[in-house]
């Protein structure tokens, strides 16, 4: 291993072209034996490849070719034969022919393109998402149905899918016409809920598939596989993607027929870098910062830790106001509708950016955009680097090694660690660490739809055929399978909640006095204490409370008066408004203030709190009728605040990176009426000029980036 290091120092310092031959030599004897090492040695000479002359680089793209990276290889006509018919035999085919892939794609296509089903573990770095594209290009799929983990890669998977608009309708929400082709991006949230209306997929894909597993995250999990049984059954192919696992039960490959395909292939060599915390840490990272070139990632583990990292940064260096007019623009517009103290309009008036899951998406999208396109060199980010967002930078800084409080496992860690280094232009990543990495252990995911145990959630066990679960969880279940109180189907159906908190809100609702539960039996318009009395319900006996704290919601009467006040001003600008200041009254900061209505819009008042209501709502229905009272039905207000009570065509452009406040903008100057269907909405937008409504640099580019995004990616094909 010394050798090894020496070589690649010497790679670094060598002085070319002059001790280039030497160095190749040395190099191809490592290709031979060991094409892992020998292609890492590769890719660190292609990082100096401007510095060699044209017979060296030459040699050069020999060796790449020989290691299997085909696509950093740049002049054909050199080739050997052998080299060429290698190159010719990794470059795709029909629409999509500029793309040349590495060997390792090459062979997980030649997969796809046999009709197999794969469950494939690779790097971060290894181009997992291109294969999807391909696989679609190459195979005549009527229908396509993807499944990523969050509304951010709705819609950049939304607009990489663009190039199949002529052949397939791009579909996203469910107030899109459906065509007679169709690819689907969706969460699973959104595949369940829309299953019984799209057609039967001949291919499916599931990103990020280690979700699967049952952990933290157990509602989403429990319908994530829920999804993933549901399109199994269909017969489709599938594509299941994902960084770096270790194994799966051999059961899902029996079950499923598919093959589970481990590639350790890099595109990009990284090196690692332990930095000490002497004098300080924050000192120690505003040194570190000094030190790097090029653009530079930061993960931290909380929203807060963010704003902690941001504060002491600005502290102990003096950083000047950014002369980029667009990032100026960005935190004068930031500071005028959230707060100008906010942290986020602070370090973008500093070229400083900040991404965390509570930013409104559009604002999220603009940071990643003005990140790659090198407006700003630094960006704090939380576990959405891993999650949410595409993006990688030459520098990586792990500054917490924690995540929700916990030490980063190898996974994680592995996972932030590949966000450095960017082929064709960073060949190698550094990333930098305070404290010492986890010891390496690759996870066994576990599918517990097709490999159930003592740890699966009784909401799952109830969406498995009976027959395939052990006597052991038979009788689990069998009490829920027994009770006559909720029917079975209800329970299924409200998978996302655990069926002992459904049957214990049965049991509270069926035991109040005429009084309290006639608040329960209403429909549409819903009063104060009728909300209240939801409210209560879901967070005592629902199990609410975790993901309503999650989404900046500490008590059953705050859910109430928030939701009360969301009601009551119909517009999220001015509900936002309202809160901060409310909050800030009451002696939050302006950065809590502002970071916890965002919260309780994004988390809980658009997603997690309709899902609760509709929960109540199929309940409260059985037992009112039950007790012959009249009936309830909030699936009006529920999907009324789905879209925070604005257009629902405005929910979706916001998720096509459209603020709020510019469609209201839009609808005001008579672009687009508030009643149009989406698909009548992208058809005026991709018809208007829509640079001459915006007020600044900064709006037009959002315009123009949103724009960019609807030419093609969301039409309805013919």
Not at 105 to 114: A, D, G, K
Not at 707 to 712: A, F, M, S
């Amino acid at each position: 291993m010394d050798v090894l290091d020496d070589l690649r120092q010497e790679i670094v310092t060598a002085s070319f072209p002059m001790d280039a031959f030497s160095i190749l030599s040395t190099v191809s004897k490592f290709c031979y034996k060991d094409s892992d090492i020998g292609r890492e040695l590769v890719i660190r000479v292609l990082d100096r490849r401007n510095e060699l002359n044209s017979d060296h680089q030459h040699i050069l793209d020999e060796l790449a070719i020989q290691v299997g990276l085909h696509p950093y290889v740049n002049n054909l006509e050199k080739l050997s034969l052998r080299g060429a018919l290698a190159h010719a035999s990794n470059r795709a085919d029909g629409e999509m022919a500029d793309f040349v892939l590495h060997s390792a794609q090459s062979r997980v296509l030649n997969l796809l393109l046999e009709g197999m089903s794969v469950i494939l573990s690779a790097p971060t770095s290894f181009g997992k998402s291109l294969l999807i594209d391909l696989a679609i290009s190459s195979n005549d799929y009527d229908n396509v149905i993807l499944i990523v983990p969050t509304l951010a890669l709705v819609e950049e998977t939304r607009r990489r899918m663009a190039r199949f608009a002529t052949t397939h309708s791009i579909i996203t929400t469910s107030n899109q016409k459906i065509g007679e082709r169709n690819i689907f991006v969706f969460t699973q949230e959104r595949y369940l809920s829309s299953q019984s209306e799209i057609p039967i997929p001949n291919f499916f894909v599931i990103d990020e598939f280690y979700k699967l597993s049952i952990q933290n995250d157990g509602g989403r999990a429990t319908q994530l596989n829920q999804a993933f049984l549901r399109l199994v059954s269909t017969g489709a192919q599938f594509y299941l993607l994902g960084p770096a696992i270790g194994s799966i039960p051999d059961i899902v490959k029996s079950r499923t027929n598919c093959v589970f395909v481990v590639e350790k292939f890099q595109t990009v060599a990284i090196e690692l870098h332990t930095i000490s915390k002497k004098p300080n840490k924050d000192l120690a990272f505003a040194a570190l910062l000094d030190q790097l070139d090029g653009q530079t990632l930061v993960y931290c583990q909380s929203p807060a830790s963010t704003r902690k990292v941001l504060k002491a940064y600005l502290e102990n260096r003096s950083i000047p106001i950014t002369d980029d007019i667009e990032l100026v623009e960005a935190a004068e517009w930031t500071a005028e509708n959230y707060h100008e103290e906010w942290l986020v309009s602070v370090a973008l008036m500093h070229g400083i950016g900040i991404h965390h899951g509570r930013l409104p998406r559009s604002l999220g999208r603009f940071m990643i955009r003005a990140f790659e396109e090198g407006k700003l060199k630094l960006l704090l980010c939380t576990s959405t680097l891993i999650e949410g967002v595409n993006t990688a930078a030459k520098n990586v800084v792990i500054f917490d090694s924690k995540l929700n409080n916990r030490a980063l496992d190898f996974f994680t860690f592995n996972n932030i660690r590949g966000r450095s280094g960017r082929m064709f232009r960073h060949f190698i990543g550094h990333v930098f660490v305070f404290d010492a990495p986890p010891e390496p252990e690759l996870p066994f995911v576990d599918i517990p739809v097709f490999n159930p145990t003592e740890t699966t959630p009784n909401s799952l066990l109830l969406q498995i055929e009976h027959e395939l679960l052990s006597p052991l969880l038979q009788g689990r279940i069998r009490p829920i399978l027994e009770q006559s109180l909720i029917p079975v189907d209800l329970l299924k159906k409200l998978s996302s909640i655990e069926p002992e908190f459904v049957l214990n809100a049965a049991n509270h609702i069926i035991s109040m006095n005429s009084s309290d539960i006639s608040e329960l039996s209403w429909s549409s318009h819903p009063q104060y204490e009728n909300i209240k009395a939801t409210s209560n319900i879901i967070w005592n006996q629902l199990n609410g409370a975790s993901a309503a704290k999650h989404g900046g919601v500490h008590s059953a009467s705050m859910m109430t008066y928030w939701i009360w006040e969301l009601y009551k001003s119909r517009s999220v600008p001015k509900f936002r408004t309202k809160m901060i200041a409310k909050q800030i009254e009451a002696g939050k900061s302006p950065d809590d203030a502002v970071e916890n209505v965002l919260a309780f819009l994004r988390s809980w008042a658009s997603f997690s709190y309709p899902k609760y209501l509709m929960a109540v709502s199929d309940i409260s229905d059985v037992i009112l009728l039950l007790r012959g009272m009249k009936g309830c039905n909030y699936v009006s207000f529920a999907a009324s605040i789905e879209h925070l009570f604005q257009p629902t065509t405005f929910s979706s452009l916001e998720e096509f990176g459209l603020p709020f406040e510019l469609s209201s903008q839009l609808v005001a100057s008579r672009v687009f009426d508030k009643a149009d269907k989406l698909d009548v909405v992208i058809k005026a937008l991709q018809n208007t000029s829509l640079e001459k409504f915006a007020k600044g640099i900064f709006e037009r580019r959002l315009l123009e980036d949103f724009k960019d995004g609807l030419i093609g990616g969301s039409k309805v094909a013919p």
